[in-house]
């Protein structure tokens, strides 16, 4: 749904996953944490995309391909602002879809912009 948010798509839960061809019927606890996750980033995308292009060392948001953006704003909201998940497990599974999603060069970029904003969030 973040990918699909950049091309100012509007689209549900349920046709997301139906494109994307995620089987099974999603259940409203499912539907809520992606809402969540998706209301937080845009309430707060302008501190985010401060964060990912301070912490993307020679990369403006504008150079960076559209998956990767997606996946750190994702990342980045958790990190940030939900603190549901620990650190380590938000960037591994960021890095995850990085590999599933990305460039070839994707999970170890994501995995460098996150570790930098994860080592100035704990000092």
Known sequence: MAFEKLFGGDDTYATVSEI?????????????????????????????????????KGWSLDRMPKVDISVLRV??????????????????????????????????YINGVLGNIAGSEEN
């Open 20 to 56: 994307s061809g995620i089987e099974g019927e999603p259940s409203a606890e499912d539907i809520d944490f992606a809402n969540g996750i998706i209301d937080g980033i845009e309430q707060n995308r302008e501190e985010i995309d401060r964060i990912i292009a301070s912490a993307a």
């Open 75 to 108: 990342a980045v909201f958790e990190l940030l602002f939900d603190k549901k998940a620990p650190q380590k497990v938000i960037i591994n599974e960021a890095v995850r879809i990085a590999t599933k999603y990305g460039g070839a060069d994707s999970p170890r």
